[in-house]
């Protein structure tokens, strides 16, 4: 039997301290100091008493993005079991995710649990809906734009540049070459809906866009990993199949868009990727719709409203 690797873990507060250390996995670890670029700390009020009881202080950090600052820490070398001890550990507001070292090792880290409230310079690609067609005012994410660069005009960007039409193969062929510049934090992807739909002129050639989503969503990781970006992968929006019918040569359905949220939630979990549902807003509501597929106006709103409240 082979032993697994160590699993790497990057510290910042109180994991480094030797009685926390010591309560959480029974041994003090040995620690190699390390350091996150683009990221700052900020305090975190802590009402959890075990936890309070363990660390001995009810305020700890957290991770907020800002380009140009570093926070500096250390690597711990944990087993399975020492890591699921530090996941019960961190309260509800944080979730583990893997960052980029500036040594260039990949590790985790414990990052603020709504990918959104943590972030500054968003990228987001995707199709139609993202693109916000059917809303004059950007749809979702042009609200969800304007009141990020309203809340930090400085520091925080958004840029949208999501394409109507595109796969999940298009985004993950286009989307390396457009980051460098944009220098982003937290990439936001925003599609899939097209890889659900069943071309009506050959719905039997043995093509289908669902069964290659892993394909595209591990090389989007890649690509955001390369950027010490965080990835957040949207799901899809309700849609009303009685309306769609066809739909330029294609027939969109509620079982191949529930089945595409399955596989997109599915493979989130599997890769501590977050995952925002956006199924909910909009479900059994078809006068958000204007063509059974795409939101309106008002369709958007509820939408960001929906992404806001996450907050």
Known sequence: MTESQPHLLFSFGTLLDRQVQTALFGRTVATTPAALAGYATRPLAITDEAVIATSGQDVHLTL?????????????????EELAAA????????????????????????????????????????????????????????????????ANETQNRVFNLAVPGSTLADVSAQTPALLPPRHPDTLIVAAGI????????????????????????????????????????????????????????LRFTTDRALALRTALRAWCADHHIDFLDLWEP??????????????????????????????
């Open 64 to 80: 907020e993005r800002r380009l140009g600052s570093t926070v500096e820490g250390a690597v711990l070398r944990l087993t399975d």
């Open 87 to 150: 996941d019960a550990y961190e309260v509800a507001d944080y979730a583990r995710r893997q960052v980029l070292l500036t040594s260039g090792e990949t590790a985790w880290a414990y990052l603020d649990a709504n990918p959104l409230r943590s972030a500054a310079r968003i990228v987001i690609v995707g199709d139609s809906i993202a693109y916000g067609r059917c809303d004059p005012q950007g749809g979702w994410t042009g609200h969800l734009a304007a009141a990020h660069i309203a």
């Open 194 to 249: 097209n890889d659900s739909a069943v071309p009506l002129a050959a719905p039997g050639d043995g093509h289908d866009g669902l069964a290659h989503l892993t394909g595209h969503l591990d090389s989007l990781a890649a690509t955001a990993r390369r950027h010490n970006a965080r990835l957040v992968v949207v799901g899809p929006v309700w849609l009303d199949e009685t309306r769609t019918g066809d739909y330029e040569g």
């Open 282 to 311: 909009l479900r059994d509501q078809p006068h958000l719709l204007v063509d059974g597929l795409h939101p309106d106006a008002a369709g958007h709103k509820e939408l960001h409203r929906h992404l806001d409240a996450l907050g």
